[in-house]
């Protein structure tokens, strides 16, 4: 027989409040410092082509440079070696491209829309991937969320991105390119800092 507890509630004061505190904007010099750190890295592991994943609940490596989440929908950033930037954005968050932080082109890409929105294209997702250039790329990195750290897997090869994303991907790619999780340039602690 389990003993009785008696809770009793009280009130307590409302936590303070900080009104006069102003919001600190990240400074166009920081993207570039941003953008910098993130192609020095990329170099550092011979990669010339790197596309990060982003959705609403896995965003922060995307708006690392963007400035932005994607709402509702799913996107990728496409950075090259060069410095290069393609957006690759649903029908909903096409119109944030003006709005990012670093110099883009913009892809439209309808399956990263929402269901049932439109979907009419002209091209599969890995024609759309190839117009950023992938069929050039030596050494593709692809940054999802998770940093793997597995002790028996092979961690480079572990990929937490759409299923359909990764195919458009090793469909366009040339078939000499390797392919690994390159999320660790983001947040993995051996990164230049």
């Given at each position: 027989?389990?003993?009785?507890?008696?809770i009793k509630l009280s009130p307590i004061d409302a936590p303070p409040r900080f009104n006069a505190v102003?919001?600190?904007?990240?400074?166009?010099?920081?993207i570039i410092v941003r953008k910098a750190k993130v192609i020095a890295n990329?170099?550092?592991?011979?990669?010339?082509?790197?596309l990060v994943y982003a959705d609403k609940e896995h965003g922060g490596?995307?708006?690392?440079?963007?400035?932005?989440?994607?709402?509702?929908?799913?996107?990728?950033?496409?950075?090259?070696?060069?410095g290069e930037v393609f957006l690759l954005l649903g029908n909903e968050n096409l119109k944030l491209s003006q709005y990012a932080r670093v110099s883009n082109t913009a892809i439209h890409v309808p399956y990263f829309s929402l269901p049932n929105q439109p979907m009419e294209n002209s091209k599969t997702l890995?024609?759309?991937?190839?117009?950023?250039?992938?069929?050039?790329?030596k050494k593709i990195g692809i940054v999802g969320w998770k940093l793997f750290t597995s002790k028996l897997d092979d961690n480079s090869q572990l990929f937490d991105i759409p299923h359909f994303i990764f195919d458009a991907i090793k469909q366009s790619a040339s078939p000499v390119?390797?392919?690994?999780?390159?999320?660790?340039?983001?947040?993995?602690?051996?990164i230049a800092a």
């Open positions: 027989m389990s003993a009785q507890r008696h102003t919001k600190v904007a990240i400074s166009d010099e920081t990329m170099a550092q592991a011979n990669i010339d082509y790197l490596n995307f708006e690392y440079l963007t400035g932005f989440i994607p709402r509702f929908e799913e996107a990728a950033l496409v950075l090259h070696a060069s890995a024609e759309l991937l190839a117009d950023t250039g992938v069929q050039q790329a390119a390797t392919i690994i999780n390159a999320t660790s340039l983001f947040i993995g602690s051996d």
